[in-house]
């Protein structure tokens, strides 16, 4: 089955312990990102990835990491998590060009 | 930056009423693309409309790409409690990051 995989769907961290959660996809996708959301403001790009090794800022960067080593891989690091980050994440992929996202059923993070 | 407006931002109806969402944007978008997210899961693709004035079809779902390609519209003919949930709409730019402006969404309730 097509799927986008994030791991953990709940974490409760406290403020300043490095975290990091987890996105695989099994569809070939050259096209990876990561959003945020949350109420009143919606979906909202962290970072994207167009390829491995290529990533960049999307609208709200400050205070996380990305990696692409693997065309499957985009894991989402927090390095020092602050109570402003306590948010439902999710990850996409996509071809570009050709359809839509495929997303994560999401990781609902608290950071107290 | 681009920015996509949805209206209305909650509704509720009863079972077999008709309705129509909008999304709207001062921007040409090349493509728009409609998403229904329910609780605890990721935004779900149902469309894309890529040609001003496109017109489709999902069985009980008509989506329309205004002409001017700034515009959409959701229309749901005798809904049912099985459509409940966050309606999404997204605009791609066609820049080189292939990334998607969303709306901020249309809660629906349709109740039995």
């Known amino acids: 089955e097509a799927q986008v995989t994030q791991n953990p769907r709940y974490l409760i961290t406290v403020t300043g312990k490095k975290l990091t959660v987890t996105c695989s996809q099994n569809?070939?996708?050259?096209?990876m990102s990561w959003y945020r959301q949350d109420p009143g403001l919606g979906l909202r790009q962290i970072y994207y990835s167009m390829n491995v090794e290529v990533t960049d800022k999307g609208d709200v960067p400050e205070g996380y990491k990305v990696s692409r080593k693997e065309k499957r891989n985009f894991p989402l690091i927090l390095e020092s998590p602050s109570p402003n980050q306590t948010s439902l994440y999710f990850c996409a992929s996509a071809r570009p060009g050709v359809g839509g996202y495929t997303f994560g059923s999401g990781t609902r993070l608290t950071v107290v | 930056t681009q920015l996509l407006e949805q209206s209305p931002q909650f509704l509720s109806i009863q079972e077999g009423e008709n309705l129509t969402v909008y999304c709207n944007s001062s921007s040409v978008f090349s493509s728009l693309q409609w998403y229904r997210q329910e609780p605890g899961e990721g935004p779900v693709l149902l469309v894309t409309?890529?040609?001003?004035?496109e017109v489709k079809k999902l069985k009980r779902l008509t989506f329309q790409f205004g002409d001017a390609r700034k515009d959409s519209s959701l229309h749901i003919t005798a809904a049912q409690p099985g459509d409940t949930g966050l309606y999404l709409c997204?605009?791609?730019?066609?820049?080189?990051?292939?990334?998607?402006?969303f709306g901020k969404g249309t809660l629906l309730t349709v109740n039995p």
């Open positions: 409309v890529v040609t001003g004035g």
């Open positions: 569809m070939n996708h050259e096209y």
């Open positions: 997204a605009g791609a730019g066609g820049g080189s990051n292939y990334k998607l402006t």
